[in-house]
């Protein structure tokens, strides 16, 4: 999918241009061309950036084919940006993504491109044919939306995923399984994912608050240092995530092992109830001497009746003892 956004003058914008009608506008160096375009086959972005804006074969091989964490590279007559985007599928696949975008920003132009869809980009494609002033304020504010509205997608998914951790916190003391476990690792790894994408980006939006680059207007550099404060603050808040996930997961061996301990504690009780009625049955019912006594007062039901109440009193009063004992 290949968009073109051109606003030749301060309220007016137009959506009709093809490839083909670039070089004339580039050409005339005024008013803001916004390129946008994903999932498109390698040839084709090859050629949109090496042969309509003339950039770097450097820049285009890592736009293009190379992967890379937030960073920043000054070819002079224009910045060669790389950012990641935030998304969250929240569900039984709970999942972060982190979608690359790549951004070319000169003195007239603003090229994007990405591989999957980025909601960032879409709600600044339709802010600006709403408003056009958007436009008119230059391609250095415009960087500037993208990467407030991806902060701000940062942002949702983090509360998310503090979501998502009192969800299975709840778990945790009501009915703690496995599958519990396996989703707090899932959930670590994602934090750690954000954390490692974070950590660079913040950086990226620093040296554009405070270096020097000829397509970025001095003024506009306080807007990317309130972007910087945010990112500041996002990382804090990640910090504090990945430590009530360690927390979590410390709860919930606590608590399988304190049911575990309960379970044990159950069957050294029946064990331990059962050990005397165990001996009695097995010391009267060796048979390795012959009687020398009368035994017919051992086989009545007297003697049957008295062995069955002195069998149920024995574990009665070990276990009356054991409370006492406070072992229960």
Known sequence: MIRILYSPTENEYRTDIHLADLPDILTKK????????????????AQILR??????????????????V???DDWQEYLYVV???????????????????DIFVGRYYVVTYHE????AVDRVWTTCQRDTRLLANGPDHLLYRL????INDAIYVVEQLQETLDEIEDIVFAHPTPQTAERIFHLKRNILQLRRVVAPQREVLNKLARDDYAVIDPRDRIFFRDGYDHLMRLYELIDNLRDLAGGVLDTYLSVVNNN????????AVLTALFLPLTFITGF????????TIHTEAWSGWTSFEAALAFMLLVPIIMLIWMRRRHWL
């Open 51 to 68: 042969d309509i804006f003339n950039f770097h074969p450097l820049a285009v091989d890592d736009a293009l084919t190379e992967m890379h």
């Open 260 to 267: 575990m301990n309960s379970v044990m504690k159950i069957l």
């Open 83 to 101: 950012l990641r985007a935030f998304a969250y599928t929240k569900g039984i696949n709970e999942e972060t993504q982190v979608p690359e975008l």
């Open 30 to 45: 005024q008013g803001l061309i916004w390129l946008d375009f994903a999932d498109e086959p390698i040839e084709t972005g």
């Open 70 to 72: 937030p960073k920043i």
């Open 284 to 291: 009267f019912g060796m048979n390795f001497f012959t009687t």
């Open 116 to 119: 999957l869809p980025i909601t």
């Open 147 to 150: 990467a407030d509205e991806i």
